[in-house]
Structure formats: C-alpha cells, structure tokens
C-alpha cells in the first residue's frame, strides 16, 4: 500500500444533522462557536451545508456514508462525528469520552453498524475510553489527535478536551508515539482541537507554528519534518478562518489514476493567499473548496470535523 493510501482514506462516515444549533455546554472550551443560538435558521440552513458537503464529496469520487441524527433527545453537534468514533485499518474501532454531556450522545452503536455494513468494514477489536468521562478526561478523537499514519505519530494540544493521559494510553494500544505539546490562540487560551491549527496530508502538512509554546515548538516541527512531506505555515488569523481544519482523501480519477482532494471550507479557502493554494496544488491533485459558514459559525467546527475517515482494511 503506497504512503497516501496509508495516510488518506477514499470514505468518509458523516451523520446528517436533525437538531444542529449553538451548544451552550461547549461554548466555554471553544471560542470559534460565535453567536447564533437565537438564529431560528441555523439547523435549516446547517442541513444545506452539510447536503452541499456530501454532494461535492461524492462528486469526487470520495465515498459518504451517511448516518441520520435522531430529532430526540437534541444533539447540537451531531454533525461533528469524527470527535466520537475513528475507524482503523487493523480493524479497530474507538469510543471516545467528550466533555459536554449532549455530545456524549451522539454515541450511538447502530451508526457504527451501518458503517461497518456499508463498507465491509470488519471490526476487529473495540477500544471504548468512555468510561474516563466519570472521571473527567477526555479524549475527543480525530478532533483531538492529528494523526500520521504512515509514520504512526498522534500529535495533541493539551486542552480541556485532550486529556494527556489519555492521548498516551490511545498511543499504546494503537501502537502510535505519542507527541503532546501546549498551543495557545490569540488570547493565550488552549485550542480546544489540535485539528484546528494543524493537518497531515500524504505529501504536505499545515502547522500553526506560532501558536505552540516556545519550549514545544521546535521538537514539534522536527517530528513533522522527518516525513518527506512539505510544511505549510499558516498564523492565529487563518486557524480563525479554520485554514488548519483541512482533510485529505483519496480517490481515483479516470485520467489521473489514485488522486488526492484536500477537502476544505470556502472560509479556509479565502484566508489563504494565492503562494499557499500554490503549494498546495503542488501537493494534492484537487481542492475542493465547500462553504459551510453557519456550521462555522454556530457550530465552531468545520469540513474536517465533519468527517470521519473510514480507511480501507488490508486484504
């Protein structure tokens, strides 16, 4: 299996939101959810988001497999699945334990069947950390952990959400190192998710490099560069735009063969100026560019945490 079928997965698993809306319960921890609770809109035009998301995936050839929110009991951020549940080439799925209460229901063992079904994915082993939410840590999956699979690193930002602890005993089982480190946003606060200042791809990486504490910094970006991958910087202002919640997938393409799309949101794309869309064509095949600005905004997630990546199982 070549490096970008290791590290980008051709299916995403996506859950189609019933009651999306402002969650007060995780406000607190994320200062990119902006006001929008009384937007009586908001859950209307979320689910055009989302639909336009799906579609532009799958015209692309990346495979959705799409599970339904439940209208009750309300789940605000059902759209955000990647933070609950990952699914692994060995054939491991994990259970997450996530901060706010209403988000611990989005847990839900009939999406984890449909996907496993869809896709023939076989379960192997099970690792379920959610009892750690009795004791107040918590791991919130791929939103937590930016992963390199290929050179089996998890990288996390400490946070309210990332419990270090944790991130090391998910390294041990799934036999990754473990390279845990403080990035601090503009007000000196701890990004709520690792996979807002930072991206792996198959050929490049995107960091926000100021944003991690000077006595982590260096040993950070040295991890990244023994990858032959290019280090894209991004600063404080694009990660607002969510320039580092990016996700690249694999694909196939009638002229090109296996091809790459760096899926992203139409905010990230315009915070980018034209020398960094340059690198980055150099490094994927396609850009897909998808404008979710309500899911943004009233969510504080993206495109990326809108995905869960299902990878494909080695034969």
């Known amino acids: 299996m070549n490096q970008r079928a290791r590290q980008c997965a051709g299916t995403v698993f996506m859950v189609r939101p019933a009651g999306f809306g402002f969650n007060e319960e995780t406000a607190a921890s994320n200062p990119l959810q902006r006001s929008g609770a009384a937007d009586p809109s908001a859950a209307r035009v979320a689910l055009d988001e989302f639909t336009g998301l799906a579609q532009a995936l799958q015209s692309e050839g990346i495979r959705a497999v799409i599970g339904a929110d439940t209208a009750q009991p309300t789940k605000p951020d059902a759209v955000f699945p990647n933070n609950w549940v990952s699914f ?100 000196a606060q701890p990004y709520y998710h690792t996979n807002v200042m930072m991206w792996i791809g198959s050929r490049s990486a995107m960091v926000c490099s100021e944003s991690i504490a000077p006595q982590d910094r260096e040993r950070v970006l040295a991890k990244l560069r023994e990858r032959e991958r290019e280090l894209i910087e991004i600063d404080r202002v694009a990660v607002q735009a969510f320039a580092g919640n990016m996700l690249e997938l694999a694909t196939w393409d009638e002229a090109l063969g296996d ?46 945490c809108m995905l869960a990546e299902v990878p494909d199982m080695p034969s």
């Open 259 to 304: 091809a790459s799309v760096l899926v992203m949101s139409a905010t990230a794309r315009a915070a980018l100026a034209g020398p960094v869309i340059d690198r980055l064509r150099g490094c994927v095949d396609t850009i897909l560019a998808v404008p979710v600005p309500t899911i943004e905004r009233v969510g504080g997630g993206s495109v990326r």
């Open 88 to 187: 692994h080439a060995d054939g491991t799925v994990v259970l997450y334990p996530m901060l706010a209460p209403n988000r611990r229901l989005e847990r839900r063992a009939e999406l984890v069947e449909q996907v496993c079904k869809s896709c023939g994915f076989q379960p192997r082993r099970q690792l379920d950390l959610t009892a750690h939410e009795q004791a107040g840590r918590f791991l919130e999956g791929t939103g937590s952990m930016v992963l390199d699979h290929v050179a089996r690193v998890a990288y996390a930002c400490r946070s309210p959400r990332t419990d270090e602890s944790l991130v090391r005993e998910w390294s041990s089982a799934m036999e990754f190192e473990a390279v845990v480190f403080d990035a601090l946003d503009e007000r």
